[in-house]
């Protein structure tokens, strides 16, 4: 099958988009064929700074190849390097009501809280349906809030079939496992925009602080506490073994301990999870042409395939 999932490249990822996202798409590269890419048009609509751009799209590959992503599996590539794509995007936005961009709720939100909306946020859904369009994509995989914009998606594959003929495949939303819901710091869900997050990479011994000063609630260290619902568990059942973790429900129901010392479990078991990929990341650094590389190798993969698509997509509706 293939499969096409895209990041944003608007900042480093944390422990909530690794476990919710990052982790389930690079399981895909197994037995799909996997097509990812960096959503740098995308960012433009956030992301005003274009050597900050820049830097976050080279971290985004960086961070993808370190945590596995393998380019002699799955094709890994930059959206702006892939022109079909936008010129895709116009064949679909003439054909696109306002009133279904309208209702999305990206635009939707930042119009009810009264911001400023540009037309780049406005027609995004556009660009994403060509996206994924544009590879004969069969499985998107995304988080519940993504929905919508494939639905946005098959509609505008609908109503161009119609209006044309037969020409793309028909993409399906494979909904990511929600099992895993990370906490942050604070207890809320782990986000970039609660200021709460614990990130993958990045200085140990500041994570390390950070996992020190996770709140907890006030019970006195001699009394029993109940692992069901407390957020450290919840953290520490991400990266332990099942023995691991069975020893620590009897060690909270069994109580006289302190929190701190579930911080220091929690650090050690996730600092050793993500060794490995750190180590990956730190060898890649010091490469970065070899990046380059499987990022240019990616582009002309993906291109190969866009260009075919445009091709049917142009012929339909009889622009060449
Ligand atoms: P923002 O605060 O800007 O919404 P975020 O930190 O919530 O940023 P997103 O970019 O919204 O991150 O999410 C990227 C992906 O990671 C999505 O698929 C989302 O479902 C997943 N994700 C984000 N936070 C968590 C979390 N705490 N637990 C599980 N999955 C998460
Ligand atoms: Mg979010």
Known sequence: MRVLSGIQPTGRPHWGNYFGAIRQYIDLQENNDGFYFIADLHALTTVRDPAQLRENVLNAALDLLALGLDPNKATLFVQSRIPEVTELTWLLLTGTPMGLLERCHAYKDKKERGLPADAGLFTYPVLMAADILAYDSQIVPVGADQVQHIEVCRDLAGSFHHTYGETFVMPKAKTLDVGAKVPGTDGQKMSKSYDNTLPLFGDVKKIRKQIMR??????????????????????????????????????????????????????????????????????????????RDILDAGAVRAREVAGAVLDRARSACGVR
């Open 214 to 291: 996770i709140v907890t609630d006030s019970r006195p260290m001699e009394d029993p506490k109940d692992p069901e619902g407390d957020h450290l568990f919840e953290l520490y059942q991400l990266f332990a073994g099942p023995d691991e973790v069975a020893a620590m429900v009897e060690k909270y129901r069994a109580g006289g301990f302190g929190y701190g010392e579930i911080k220091k479990a929690v650090a050690e078991v996730s600092e050793a999870h993500f060794a490995p990929a750190r180590e990956r990341r730190e060898e890649l650094e010091k490469d970065l042409d070899s990046v």
